[in-house]
């Protein structure tokens, strides 16, 4: 009864692609959550004086987890006894669980032909995310009763919503990253616009430039950092030495700065930015100023933090980190705007250009927003209750810094890379690069040059024959030649040139032949029925029937047949090439007169 019902294979394979989503979730949770807790049993065992137990260590592995994925933890063994926020997230660590869930979002939805098409990409992000909260939900409840449990409503956000936008944005890149899913609530204008290559081309721009705009932020904000290290080496060489004596405590700290590392990469870029960063409730570093009393634990990341009191001008060349920043959105929207040099036929409008400049920095600014509130947190209470960047202040400066420099760098690279360049054929011949023509160069003399290197001087290309020659006199014996030729004896002797009409006069004739050879005349036999010199644009001369056969006596009234010709020797008319008049195969004629 079951392999006769229809629907129920169906079913089943529905029910097995979800089940496989559900475990391949469980998997991605479990994976990260194993390997963390290898690393800490790793140091926990390599410590000289452990102060828990194995249990222990695994608590504080599922608390730094959590942490992870964006968690506010809760240490309950203070000095002062009361309970202490730990918000601040390692942003290193925050990548392991995202790329698990992201592929194991997007290898559920890739069905590949194996799986029937009404499993949606729907079906396996809720079943990815459902296998991974479970797992979070049990981890959650495991730490609590640790020495680093997990606040009850970060569980709800923003752990949530990372792991939900991690298995979203998985399920999209298995459909190949398309926008009509992006826009169903949007107006039908906008997703009729969506559909024409020109939106598509114009987003692409915006997506890739605000990406390499936050991208710059991190990577010039990472190297001021390092030089602000390098500055303070002897401080930060202290501090790491100083908060452990044994060498897997210094390995424990070497590693939480690492993890740390996007934090003040982020970080360098907000003082960069102007805004800066808040080092407690009543102190901010910024480039003007370092103000108020910082309350500054002892790690050596935070020994990069600038002198106390009114900036200088090193001070100041931080804001180097937006202008990079910005040049690089001018740039890549400057390429999509002018794909290539000089080409103005596919190049977009000066409007066009600044819109696109405009909405990646948008995308720049919210970017840096974003990274920002999530490079800082708590770090306790009371003065420590604000430590990191202020999101709302640093998205508006990446914004006016991108907006301000990459607008107008990018109208400029467009109409550099427009320009009419009379001597840029030194350059790109250089590079290898094959020459345009000058503007000033007309198209016919360039198609001039191009047919005499394609066959010679004065021949310009052609796309077909033309007409005329099909009737001059030299075609048209060729081809009644070949039609005798190939009729095998059905059609009579004739000249040649002998149903010319007016038309043949204005051909040279050729000699007669007793005026050419009057000694030829005596011969008899054989020289009767030789034939006659006839144009020479005729391959297979014919036997003449005229004033010099008459002048020989001939012994046979009837004219000789014409002798062979090799098979070689025919024109090949199978093909629909007919051969001119001097006997060569035609391209491009059919055989219809």
């Known amino acids: 009864m079951t392999e006769r019902s229809p629907m129920l294979p169906a079913e089943r394979s529905r029910s097995a692609f979800l089940a496989s989503a559900f475990v391949r979730g469980t998997l991605a949770a479990g994976l990260g959550l194993g390997s963390l807790a290898v690393l800490v049993m790793l140091l926990w065992i390599s410590s000289p004086y452990p102060d828990s137990g194995p249990a222990g260590a695994f608590h504080v592995a599922t608390g730094l987890w959590l942490l992870a994925h964006g968690a506010e933890l809760v240490r309950a063994d203070t000095v002062g006894g009361h309970p202490t926020p730990v918000a601040t997230v390692p942003l290193l660590l925050v990548a392991l669980p995202v790329w698990l869930v992201h592929r194991a ?8 032909g194996k799986a029937p098409g009404g499993h949606s990409a729907i079906g396996a992000f809720c079943a990815v995310s459902a296998g991974y909260l479970l797992v979070v939900l049990a981890a959650a409840a495991y730490a609590r009763d640790g020495a680093l449990p997990a606040d009850r409503a970060s569980i709800a956000f923003p752990v949530t919503a990372v792991v939900t936008g991690a298995a979203a944005a998985g399920a999209w890149a298995a459909r190949g990253r398309p926008l009509t899913p992006l826009l169903v609530w949007a107006p039908l204008r906008l997703q009729e616009a969506a559909a024409r290559s020109r939106f598509r081309s114009g987003a692409g721009a915006v997506l890739r430039s605000a990406a390499a705009g936050v991208l710059m932020l991190l990577g010039a904000g990472a190297l001021l950092v390092a030089v602000a290290l390098v500055w303070h080496a002897g401080a930060a060489r202290e501090s790491f030495l100083g908060l452990s004596g044994d060498w897997a405590g210094r390995i424990s700290v070497l590693l939480l700065a690492v993890a740390l590392v996007p934090n003040a990469a982020m970080w360098g870029a907000a003082y960069g930015l102007g805004p800066g960063f808040a080092l407690g409730t009543a102190s901010t570093a910024a480039p003007l100023a370092f103000t108020g009393p910082p309350a500054l634990p002892d790690f050596p990341l935070l020994a990069a933090v600038p002198s106390h009191g009114p900036g200088t001008a090193v001070n100041w060349a931080a804001v180097a980190v937006p202008v990079v920043a910005g040049l690089t959105v001018a740039r890549l929207v400057a390429h999509g705007a002018a794909p290539a040099r000089g080409m103005r036929e596919e190049a977009w409008s000066q409007g066009r ?16 927003a974003v990274l920002a509130a999530a490079s800082g947190g708590a770090l306790g209470t009371g003065a420590l209750a604000e430590f990191g960047p202020v999101w709302w202040l640093v998205g508006p400066a990446a914004l006016v810094w991108t907006a301000v420099i990459g607008v107008p760098v990018a109208l400029l690279l467009r109409a550099w890379r427009l320009r009419e360049n009379r001597w840029g054929w030194r350059w790109d011949s250089a590079k290898g690069e094959p020459v345009e023509p000058e503007p000033g160069q007309k198209p016919e003399k360039k198609e001039k040059e191009k047919g005499e290197r394609a066959g010679g001087p004065g021949e310009e290309p052609y796309d077909f024959l033309s007409a005329d020659s099909w009737h001059e006199d030299g075609a048209r014996k060729a081809r009644w030649a070949v039609l005798k030729r190939n009729s095998g004896g059905l059609m009579a002797d004739f000249r040649a040139d002998a149903d010319q009409g007016p ?11 007793p005026e050419t050879a009057p000694a030829a005349a005596p011969v008899s036999g054989p020289a009767s029925a030789a034939p006659a010199p006839g144009p020479a644009s005729v ?3 014919a036997p003449v029937s005229g004033p010099a056969s008459s002048s020989a006596p001939a012994p ?20 629909g090439r007919v051969p001119d008049a001097l006997g060569h195969s035609e391209p491009g004629r059919e055989d219809a007169p």
Do not use: H, Q, W
């Open 105 to 112: 979002a997007r290898d559920s939805a890739e069905t590949d």
């Open 503 to 513: 038309a043949s006069a204005t051909a040279p004739a050729p000699a007669p032949a």
């Open 539 to 541: 391959p297979p001369p």
């Open 353 to 368: 250009t600044a819109l696109v400049a405009a909405l990646a920095a948008l995308g720049c600014g919210a970017g840096a």
């Open 556 to 575: 046979d009234p009837a004219p000789a047949p014409a002798p062979p010709v090799a098979p070689a020797e025919e024109p090949d008319t199978r093909t």
